[in-house]
């Protein structure tokens, strides 16, 4: 899709058109949790959660819910993001991702907007982004998709992730529940 088409798109809720928002779709998922030494364990996993009346928040650029869940997975874990090599953020709207590096600690405040300008979150970038293209490029299946993005970076880290196979030991799932008020945040490591 082009920028073009992305800009021409109708208009959902402004500044959004529709090329800025995931289509809702159909999918399934499944993970195999194991006691055994496998090639991919989770690291840490958090969750969060927020008010679900927007005007009772107190930021409108940053949810709570995702970075109580970061720094509940970051502490389970033993390290912070500075150890994440690779992300599948839920991108259902085209500015949930640079709120949710931020919100995740994986790039300054302020600063996620530039670093994906500057290409540091594509495929071949510092710290790449939704390898598999995220919500808007697979579609969002609802309760399957943070399984999904659970699968995404498994794959990553084993290896087996074809043409979008990026360098990595650490990554990092965030999904959003409802409108930001139900989040989670899990930690997934290599050996």
């Given amino acids: 899709v082009s920028l073009e088409e992305v800009m021409e798109s109708r208009m959902v809720a402004d500044p959004l058109r529709l090329y800025h928002c995931c289509p809702i779709s159909d999918g399934a998922a499944a993970v195999v949790l194991s006691a055994d030494p496998t090639p991919v364990r989770v690291a840490g996993i958090g969750q969060g959660t927020d008010t679900i009346a927007v005007r009772y928040r107190s930021d409108l650029t940053s949810f709570r819910a995702t970075r109580v869940a970061a720094q509940a997975a970051y502490r389970m874990?033993?390290?912070?993001?500075?150890?994440?090599?690779?992300?599948?953020?839920?991108?259902?709207?085209?500015?949930?991702?640079?709120?949710?590096?931020?919100?995740?600690?994986?790039?300054?405040?302020?600063?996620?907007?530039?670093?994906?300008?500057?290409?540091?979150?594509?495929?071949?970038?510092?710290?790449?982004?939704?390898?598999?293209?995220?919500?808007?490029?697979?579609?969002?299946?609802?309760?399957?998709?943070?399984?999904?993005?659970?699968?995404?970076?498994?794959?990553?880290?084993?290896?087996?992730?074809?043409?979008?196979?990026?360098?990595?030991?650490?990554?990092?799932?965030?999904?959003?529940?409802?409108?930001?008020?139900?989040?989670?945040?899990?930690l997934l490591e290599a050996p």
Wanted: hydrophobic share 40%; proline share 5%.
């Fill in 77 to 186: 874990a033993g390290f912070g993001p500075e150890r994440v090599d690779v992300a599948e953020l839920h991108d259902a709207f085209s500015p949930f991702e640079i709120i949710s590096l931020e919100d995740t600690g994986l790039i300054p405040v302020g600063k996620a907007g530039r670093a994906t300008l500057e290409g540091q979150t594509a495929l071949d970038g510092r710290l790449p982004v939704n390898p598999s293209g995220g919500l808007k490029a697979r579609g969002h299946p609802l309760a399957a998709t943070g399984i999904g993005q659970l699968v995404e970076l498994t794959w990553q880290l084993r290896g087996e992730a074809g043409s979008r196979q990026v360098d990595a030991r650490v990554g990092l799932v965030q999904s959003i529940g409802g409108l930001a008020t139900n989040n989670w945040v899990a």
